[in-house]
Nanobody, 122 residues
Framework: HVQLVESGGDSVQAGESLTLSCAVS????????MGWFRQAPEKARERVAV????????TYVEAVKGRFTVSKDHVRNILYLQMNNLGPEDTGMYYC????????????????WGQGTQVTVS
């Protein structure tokens, strides 16, 4: 059984930074791929980043390149999304996801999803 639990969402001002966490538990090994997604109100869910379960080999959507960074605490098995220079366009519910297929993660059809954490930028 795989469980993903996001946290760290908050309301911040434009230009500020925020770090989201995704605590990973269950049978996720190095064969898995993971992603961060976001969904703004009345908009489709958007892929933010796709990476290995070790937090490596990350690819980012153009809108966040140079501002967002994925990393992992291997001891606590927590994935992070460091978000810098946030703008109102970054507002949304952020989710982490996991699958054995990088393609499935990339197209938003991952097998496992967290419950999300809200980020609001004003």
């Amino acid at each position: 059984h795989v469980q993903l639990v996001e946290s760290g969402g908050d309301s911040v001002q434009a230009g500020e930074s925020l770090t989201l966490s995704c605590a990973v538990s269950g049978d996720i090994n190095s064969n898995y791929f993971m992603g961060w997604f976001r969904q703004a109100p009345e908009k489709a869910r958007e892929r933010v980043a796709v990476f290995t379960s070790d937090g490596d080999d990350a690819t980012y959507v153009e809108a966040v390149k140079g501002r967002f960074t994925v990393s992992k605490d291997h001891v606590r098995n927590i994935l992070y999304l460091q978000m810098n220079n946030l703008g109102p366009e970054d507002t949304g519910m952020y989710y982490c996801a996991a699958s054995r297929s990088r393609l499935l993660v990339a197209i938003g059809s991952a097998d496992y999803w967290g419950q999300g954490t809200q980020v609001t930028v004003s």
